[in-house]
């Protein structure tokens, strides 16, 4: 008796989840706290942390996956607009970190909204091109275009360049698999080109200076450019085969600045080497797979477009981080995924592949 209702209830739970997605995200979640042990000291303050994060965000991913996607494109709208609300509440009463003001102090916990709307932005796109797909007219993108300004906005002005761009295109990606007409994707990227100069103005002068230090980081070796290139020193120093587990001495030293987020990649290029980075991008090209055959088999437009939004989403996370780190883009503080100590980033990731299960096992 006592073994069959075991059973059923392990039933139930494993019901909605993707078998192979929650291997995959497991083996790098394995990985990243083997990593954060090294990377903060051999101290488990920050392990113990994670692991109550993730066991949340599981919940969280289980009990969204076991949502129809119709019932949760019904949610759109005022999810979306509870993410503009609590971005409104950090430009009025948020708290400022290190010259940012990004998070809202809860009492208990503290969040940052600008993460719920790299979900909720593209729900609300998805809803909006769902509902008016047979009457869609070129004032519709202009109404399109205004949902993702403001959010984009509030979160520039926190300031955050990475989240908001991650947010921007998080959208685009909806829009390319809505079929957006090419004469619109062709005029956006030209006013895109057009407002790059209102944009550079309107940089910070550590965002303007993270842009030159891209083109050559030594130029100022001791001051804007220094975490740039110790970040690269790290990456090289690993080798083939890596320094080993705890022996990472860029790591060890202090050189790699914001080791247990940003720059997590760096630490365990240095203890990893070649080998251990192939493998980490093999794992993460399986859960591309994965989300990618659920994209393809999704039955609605609305499936289709979150499915297509989040996956492309996730690639455009690893090829920003670790395109940061290497010093082949601007760093723009996004997070490795899975990898990355944060709660509220794991908190969204979780969300997203609950969204995927919902479509891959639910479809309508």
């Not at 509440?89 to 809860?106: D, M």
């Not at 609300?124 to 091109?129: G, P, Q, R, S, V």
């Not at 080993?244 to 990649?265: A, S, V």
């Not at 659920?294 to 996956?311: E, K, N, V």
Request: with cysteine.
């Amino acid at each position: 008796m006592q073994t069959h209702l075991i059973k059923r209830i392990w039933l139930q739970i494993k019901q909605p989840l993707d078998g192979w997605m929650m291997l995959f995200i497991g083996l790098v979640f394995a990985l990243s706290m083997v990593l954060l042990y090294s990377a903060n000291n051999q101290g488990f303050d920050k392990l113990n942390n994670k692991l109550l994060y993730t066991a949340l965000s599981l919940c969280v991913m289980w009990a969204i996956a076991r949502i129809k996607p119709q019932t949760m494109m019904n949610f759109a709208p005022p999810v979306y607009a509870l993410g503009v609300l609590l971005l409104l509440a950090v430009h009025f009463k948020g708290v400022t970190v290190n010259g940012s003001t990004r998070w809202l102090e809860l009492g208990i916990t503290r969040i940052q909204p600008s993460e719920i709307m790299k979900i909720a932005l593209p729900m609300m796109l998805a809803w909006f091109l769902q509902k008016y797909e047979q009457s869609l007219r070129w004032w519709h993108y202009l109404l399109v275009l205004l949902l993702i300004a403001l959010p984009s906005a509030l979160v520039l002005k926190q300031p955050d360049l990475g989240t908001t761009l991650l947010i921007v295109a998080a959208s685009l990606f909806v829009l390319f698999f809505a079929g957006l007409p090419w004469k619109f994707i062709f005029a956006s990227i030209i006013a895109g080109a057009a407002s790059l100069p209102i944009v550079w103005n309107m940089l910070h002068d550590y965002q303007r200076a993270r842009v030159m230090m891209l083109i050559d980081p030594t130029i100022d070796p001791l001051g804007k450019g220094y975490h740039i290139i110790q970040s690269i020193i790290a990456i090289g120093s690993g080798g083939p085969w890596g320094k080993g587990w705890l022996n990472g001495t860029q790591t060890h030293l202090d050189y790699i600045p914001e080791r247990t987020t940003d720059f997590i990649f760096a630490v365990y290029s240095e203890e990893f080497g070649l080998l251990g980075n192939v493998f980490l991008l093999a794992l993460y090209l399986l859960i591309l797979s994965r989300a990618l055959m659920i994209t393809a088999s999704a039955q609605t437009l609305y499936g289709r477009l979150m499915a297509g939004a989040i996956t492309l989403s996730f690639f455009f996370y690893v090829f920003v981080n670790m395109g940061m780190v290497s010093g082949i883009l601007p760093v723009v503080g996004v997070p490795l995924p899975f990898m990355s100590y944060g709660g509220t980033a794991t908190l969204t990731l979780f969300i997203g592949m609950g969204m995927l299960m919902s479509i891959s096992k639910l479809k309508r």
